[in-house]
T-cell receptor, first 114, second 112 residues
């Protein structure tokens, strides 16, 4: 099964609120994690990434938190806007597979209510 | 700069037909990938090419072949399409040491 998964398939928030999207991973060999945003009919777009030697990384309105103890990753979006409505995927680089490729979770749909 | 360009954007095939999905990148990246995305699922790796002249199988390679024509182009071929191959196909690229993937806009394929 998937080693990268999401707790909530759909998240609905009010415009202006903060959003938190969660992701669990099970492979301790993973040392790189990344979040993508995918709008309908488009390819995934990079949001933010983090390496396992970090606990937190911030971008513009987004923050990624990594808890290696419980193998948990989260994406926080501040002041959520209608344009943030999309499906969000987390992915990890699983070193144990020997592949230089990302393994993706199944995604969470974020719906922003006006 | 177009980034990663995929053609065609849409395609309908009958079972047993063959076709090639094209992907070209102008980012001068070494590594290229083909993923498929099915409804409600994440992206699954079909094949990848770490560098020009090499290709490797991913999670779901059965029914597909690939060609890394040169540094810029990486094509995906379906020799005998099956309904189970109905999906959205994404090509992606990355630098050799950077895991961040840059994706194309996808090809929506339906096999009837």
């Amino acid at each position: 099964g998937e080693s990268v998964g999401l707790h909530l398939p759909t998240l609905s928030v009010q415009e202006g609120d903060n959003s938190i999207i969660n992701c669990a991973y099970s492979n301790s060999a993973s040392d790189y994690f990344i979040w993508y945003k995918q709008e309908s009919g488009k390819g995934p777009q990079f949001i933010i990434d983090i390496r396992s030697n970090m606990d937190k990384r911030q971008g513009q309105r987004v923050t990624v938190l990594l808890n290696k103890t419980v193998k948990h990753l989260s994406l926080q979006i501040a002041a959520t806007q209608p344009g943030d409505s999309a499906v969000y995927f987390c992915a990890e680089n699983r070193k144990d597979t020997g592949r230089r490729a990302l393994t993706f979770g199944s995604g969470t749909r974020l719906q922003v209510q006006p | 700069n177009a980034g990663v360009t995929q053609t065609p954007k849409f395609q309908v095939l009958k079972t047993g037909q063959s076709m090639t999905l094209q992907c070209a990148q102008d980012m001068n990246h070494n590594s290229m990938y083909w993923y498929r995305q099915d409804p409600g699922m994440g992206l699954r790796l079909i094949y990848y090419s770490a560098s020009e002249g090499t290709t490797d199988k991913g999670e779901v390679p059965n029914g597909y072949n690939v060609s890394r024509l040169n540094k810029r182009e990486f094509s995906l071929r379906l020799e005998s399409a099956a309904p189970s191959q109905t999906s959205v196909y994404f090509c992606a690229t990355t630098t050799e040491y950077n895991e961040k993937l840059f994706f194309g806009s996808g090809t929506q394929l339906s096999v009837l």
